[in-house]
């Protein structure tokens, strides 16, 4: 009996000594050239290759945000004061030991004890240490490092909205008031974010904190290593760049104007307060816009200038 049985996928031997019907030789053969079976993870349909697939789309959104290298200082009291009543967010508020009790530092204390914030109390060396030398007046409070946003976050940030985007970016802009303002109309006038450069620009500071009255806690802030390219960037990804200056060859009216331009995904480029536009910057825009003016005044500041043209912007596009 054993001598009749069969195993399932034996290869019987002909005259000839090759593989027959019913072996596992046509399957071998037609294996031949295919080369190992794909691990799980690299088979694009397996439950496996797609959680891989998320793991790393999740570590490249971590790895996008980058910190400020040290948390910042703001010193005086009514510096310390400002922040905490526009709540800034602040890790701690210091006091100098023997520092007078006057009107100022009773109200950072009662504001600092209704936020949470605790109060630490130092020596007027350690405080001028901690500060640089700043004139503290005995009162002090820290910021934690700031996490500025990655360039492409502003333009997801427009598409989870489902409108197109509205991006202000600053050409070496270095003053943090100027930073603060246009963070400050940005939020308020339906912008997506903020675009600095990382290196030679201003960058978010107790001041501008201060300046933007809180904004900057609502709206994302990104930096870029290099402007000009980022600019590019964003034109790929189908944004029109406009650059604003003085000599433009084209107006905000008409900028503005029915089936305009400020329809569609928007970059609004703003100059230094010296020397405005750079001329890398100037020759990526798609169009250079001025901002007309009565009388002699020949140009606005950062800030007032992102202003007027954000304003004009977001009323066209409640229009359409």
């Not at 195993?7 to 190992?36: M, Q, W």
């Not at 204390?109 to 901690?130: C, I, S």
């Not at 700043?134 to 946003?149: D, I, K, S, T």
């Not at 930073?179 to 997506?192: E, Y």
Request: glycine letters at 12%; aromatic letters at 4%.
């Amino acid at each position: 009996m054993a001598g009749n049985s069969k195993r399932k996928g034996a290869i019987k031997k002909s005259g000839k000594g090759n593989p027959t019907a019913g072996s596992g030789g046509r399957v071998r053969r037609g294996l031949e050239g295919k080369g190992p079976t794909p691990k799980a993870k690299d088979r694009p349909y397996h439950q496996a290759h797609k959680a891989a697939k998320r793991a790393e789309k999740a570590a490249t959104v971590r790895t996008k945000r980058r910190t400020t290298s040290d948390a910042e200082w703001a010193a005086g009291r009514n510096s310390v004061v400002e922040l905490l009543r526009g709540g800034v967010p602040v890790t701690a508020v210091y006091v100098a030991e023997g520092a007078e009790r006057d009107g100022r530092l009773r109200e950072a204390f009662k504001l600092a004890a209704e936020q949470g914030l605790k109060l630490l109390e130092v020596t007027r060396n350690e405080m001028d240490r901690m500060t640089g030398g700043a004139v503290h007046q005995g009162l002090a409070a820290r910021l934690p490092a700031y996490e500025y946003a990655h360039a492409d976050d502003l333009l997801e940030r427009a598409d989870d909205a489902k409108e197109p985007a509205l991006i202000v970016a600053l050409d070496s802009v270095t003053d943090p008031r100027n930073l603060g303002a246009v963070v400050r109309s940005a939020a308020g006038f339906g912008a997506h974010g903020v675009l600095i450069p990382e290196r030679r620009a201003a960058g978010m500071t107790a001041s501008a904190w201060k300046t933007s009255a809180g904004a900057a806690a609502r709206l994302p802030i990104a930096q870029t290593v290099n402007l000009t390219r980022q600019l590019k960037a964003y034109q790929e990804a189908g944004c029109m760049v406009v650059g604003l200056a003085a000599d433009g060859d084209l107006t905000l009216p008409e900028l503005v104007a029915p089936d305009g331009l400020a329809e569609g995904p928007l970059v609004v480029v703003v100059g230094s307060e010296g020397t405005g536009l750079g001329r890398l910057v100037a020759d990526t825009c798609d169009q250079i816009v001025s901002i007309p003016m009565a009388g002699q005044l020949e140009s606005l500041n950062a800030g007032v200038a992102a202003s007027v043209a954000l304003y004009a912007i977001s009323q066209a596009r409640l229009r359409d």
